[in-house]
């Protein structure tokens, strides 16, 4: 197959790129490096942008392409002839999203119109994974109620057990633009598949983690507390440290991808919850303890108030992914922070 994988430098692009080309397929990365202008600021330094980009060089099969997705004419260019699109480009931090709306729209929601139209012209009638978020439900997570533990948030009402359901309200509520503007991909994508019939899957990710994943202050949140534990760098807990988070291990994520794609022609324009759902969550004091057991020293971060729009409790409910794609996390949060902490042992190898 000829796999096109946007944003195919970046944390989750990467490892999309990695499983594709080990298959033996032909696999397109595209990647503009707006990420690495962020990654800049990094405390590693400004070569972190690139560490991806140079490790997938290496594999067999590999095309890389550096270009933007807002660019209609190189994306309907590289888009030709394609068997499946895993469309990773984003702008994903919410902070940035707060101080540059226009950016963060021009990405989002640009990019991925120029995405669907290049796969709408395509002639090759492609899979195409879009890589949604759950801050498409905004604050409404916030009205369900919750109880406080010792480390951790938990949902109060039994209704979601299980976590939060695709057909979890979107409107009438606050999002931050970053929210907004991936919602209004999300429904773009939704919409090709019912208007043009092409054969799409959303993918509504919570907490995605894993290697190769440089995280900051605003976004990779699991890997920005295990380099800076690693470290001995400066952290900072926004509110009590109990906010929880379904977590998924980005190997399980691409499972999902890889499944989906199989199951294409009988699931296409379908939306799917993505994440560790229930049975793997955890807290930020919650990582933190397990970063101090598996490094074996205390960390102790500064304080600070709630950020907008932060979830006391975000968990997804992923019994339509599990169900419809024969797929499950396998990956243990302790599992999956120990090989992080691997990783950066080795000197996050490209």
Same mark, same amino acid.
């Given at each position: ?184 991909? &999300?429904? +773009?994508?939704?919409?090709?598949? =019912? /208007?043009?019939? @092409?054969?799409?899957? *959303? $993918? ?50 691409? &499972?999902? +991808?890889?499944?989906?794609?199989? =199951? /294409?022609?009988? @699931?296409?324009?379908? *939306? $799917? ?58 990956? =243990? ?18």
């Amino acid at each position: 197959m000829k796999v096109v994988v946007t944003g195919g430098g970046g944390f989750v692009g990467s490892h999309v790129v990695e499983r594709y080309a080990k298959k033996g397929n032909e696999v397109l990365a595209i990647d503009s490096f707006a990420r690495s202008a962020t990654l800049g600021d990094h405390f590693l330094g400004p070569s972190v942008g690139r560490n991806n980009w140079d490790y997938i060089s290496r594999l067999p099969g590999v095309t890389r392409l550096e270009a933007d997705v807002r660019d209609a004419k190189a994306m309907e260019k590289a888009i030709r002839g394609a068997d499946v699109i895993v469309h990773t480009a984003a702008q994903v931090a919410v902070t940035t999203s707060m101080k540059d709306p226009r950016t963060d729209f021009d990405i989002n929601v640009v990019g991925t119109f120029n995405v669907l139209e290049g796969a709408r012209k395509s002639g090759t009638d492609p899979a195409i994974v879009f890589c949604s978020t759950n801050k498409v439900y905004g604050d409404h997570v916030n009205a369900i109620p919750v109880r406080e533990d010792a480390t951790r948030y938990a949902f109060d009402d039994p209704a979601f057990a299980q976590g939060i359901p695709e057909s979890f309200g979107t409107d009438h509520c606050h999002h931050t633009p970053y929210g907004a503007s991936k919602l209004a991909a &999300d429904l +773009y994508v939704q919409e090709y598949a =019912r /208007s043009y019939g @092409l054969r799409t899957g *959303v $993918f509504r990710m919570s907490c995605i983690y894993g290697t190769r994943q440089f995280g900051m202050e605003d976004q990779g949140w699991v890997a920005h507390f295990a380099l800076s534990a690693y470290f001995g760098k400066p952290l900072t807990i926004y509110g009590d440290g109990k906010q929880v988070r379904d977590v998924l291990f980005v190997e399980d994520l691409v &499972d999902a +991808y890889d499944s989906y794609v199989e =199951r /294409s022609r009988q @699931l296409g324009g379908r *939306v $799917f919850n993505t994440g560790g759902g229930p049975h793997f969550t955890m807290s930020l004091l919650e990582l933190l303890s397990i970063l101090e057991r598996q490094l074996g020293r205390k960390t102790v971060p500064s304080s600070a108030d709630w950020r907008p729009a932060d979830q006391k409790v975000y968990i997804s409910d992923i019994r339509r992914a599990s169900e419809a794609l024969d797929w499950a996390p396998r990956t =243990r949060p302790e599992e999956g922070v120990g090989r992080i902490l691997d990783w950066i042992r080795t000197g996050y190898p490209t």
